[in-house]
């Protein structure tokens, strides 16, 4: 990759829409990436970045308010962007516990999980979680990142391997890099890769995968997976991130789907996907759950969870346990969108989950087509390299047990209109 030299600008928005090429960027100072950043982001924004980081003016309910980025009007829009996904976020138990706690503990934790940071709503919610996912014990971080960075490199040392998903998450790779292990990675959702990549190694070998990928929102083949690992002596650690209190018949996440929760050996997750929340957690045996309280730097070298946060996951999550038609609905959903977007030829990859990627495969056209669908009154965003691999550019939508028969049929008739006009569709 060429690195971003000043003169380059004159080339217009550097065609292919790609900031990655500051990573390579080197100068005497440190602090020279800074100009050439910036005078790309000032044609980069106008002309579709924008998009990315639009400031929220509601709660991310189906309607949102969203301060456009182009005019600075605020426009409510149909909500296909945030997680939520059996909309628990903003029920009225849950704002309810939070503002309870608010008034208990006021705003945040002021202190680490070891020092002064650990309050009883922290040890309520590990238990509650432990209990949900019938685990022994539960240990909580301030975000999924911190969980998959803690929990990685507390595990795992120099000289050991570690086998990623090519998809693997950011937060998983940088787990691995600050662990030093040696870090391979396996073709996307590929056993037979992993088998060639874990025949060469030896001493101790963790593999990573994710329930459901974030960008594909397709799920891991986790039965051949575990087959593999077993043979070769390999741990396993999954990220259900965007599959727990989803998948399974009582929402315990991919594991409890194809009824392999004790084949796995770590499992890990975010309170940010489903429940709407904030703060990441890894599941487990007791003496796992105690090492880690120990060693996993990215939680105690940070401040706790705010009480008020727990506060509203612990409502989260009994929402989420009483309520199985939250997953129904979803389900019910996703299977009319796939439907619709399959009738009218808009191509949405190799997703069977609640993540449905809508592909555009042009780095560039996707933020025009981004801009016309929000014209158009949809709140959905483009997702471009390097979150996902070149020419795979896609618009992805976060489907939401809360969302209508109606939205979804707004959704899908805006999308594939607009697909057709710019000739993307199949149909
Ligand atoms: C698979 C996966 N793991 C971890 C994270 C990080 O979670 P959080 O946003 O809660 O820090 C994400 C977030 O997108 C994710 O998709």
Same mark, same amino acid.
């Given at each position: 990759m060429k690195s971003a030299q000043p003169?380059?600008? !004159?080339?217009?928005? +550097?065609?292919? +829409?790609?900031?990655?090429r500051f990573y390579h960027y080197s100068a005497?100072?440190?602090? #020279?990436v800074l100009h050439p950043f910036g005078e790309w982001l000032k044609e980069a924004r106008p002309a579709g970045?924008?998009? =990315?980081g639009q400031a929220l003016a509601? #709660?991310?309910?189906?309607r949102v308010k969203v301060r456009d980025g182009k005019t600075g009007q605020i426009r409510e829009l149909l909500n296909l962007s945030s997680y939520n996904y059996l909309g628990v976020s903003y029920r009225p138990e849950v704002k309810r516990a939070a503002i309870e706690a608010i008034e208990k503990y006021g705003l945040g934790a002021s202190g680490s999980p070891i020092l002064s940071g650990t309050f009883d709503l922290h040890i309520e919610l590990a238990e509650a979680l432990a209990d949900y996912k019938k685990t022994p014990a539960a240990i909580l971080f301030p975000t999924g990142y911190s969980a998959n960075v803690g929990f990685i490199s507390a595990i795992m040392r120099s000289g050991d391997n570690i086998v990623l998903d090519q998809f693997a998450h950011a937060s998983i790779v940088d787990g691995a890099i600050l662990s030093k292990a040696k870090t391979l990675f396996f073709r996307h959702n590929n056993p037979l890769d992993l088998e060639r990549k874990l025949a060469n190694l030896s001493g101790k070998k963790l593999v990573i995968v994710e329930g459901v990928y974030s960008m594909d929102g397709d799920m891991c083949a986790l039965p051949e997976i575990v087959e593999v690992c077993k043979r070769h002596g390999a741990r396993i650690l999954i990220d259900?991130? =965007? !599959?727990m209190f989803l998948f399974g018949p009582n929402g315990r996440g991919v594991v409890e789907h194809f009824g392999l929760e004790k084949e796995v050996d770590f499992h890990l997750g975010t309170f940010s996907k489903t429940l709407g929340g904030q703060g990441g957690y890894v599941c487990g045996s007791q003496e796992l759950i105690d090492y880690v309280s120990g060693f996993g730097r990215a939680r105690f070298f940070s401040c706790s969870l705010a009480p008020v946060l727990a506060a509203g996951l612990l409502a989260g999550i009994r929402i989420v346990e009483q309520e199985p038609q939250l997953r129904a609905k979803l389900w019910s959903n996703v299977a009319y969108l796939r439907r619709r977007f399959t009738e009218e030829g808009v191509d949405i990859g190799h997703?069977?989950?609640?993540?449905?990627p809508v592909m555009i495969n042009d780095d560039v056209r996707v933020f025009p087509i981004g801009e016309k669908l929000q014209e158009r009154g949809l709140f959905l965003q483009p997702v471009v390299h390097p979150a996902v691999t070149r020419h795979k550019s896609r618009l992805r939508i976060f489907v939401s047990a809360s969302l209508s028969e109606q939205d979804l049929a707004e959704a899908v008739d805006t999308i594939a209109d607009v697909l057709r006009q710019e000739g993307v569709c199949r149909r």
């Open positions: 003169e380059e600008k !004159s080339k217009s928005v +550097f065609t292919d +829409f790609d900031y990655t005497e100072d440190l602090a #020279a970045y924008y998009l =990315h509601s #709660a991310p309910t189906p259900e991130a =965007h !599959s997703s069977c989950s609640q993540v449905i």
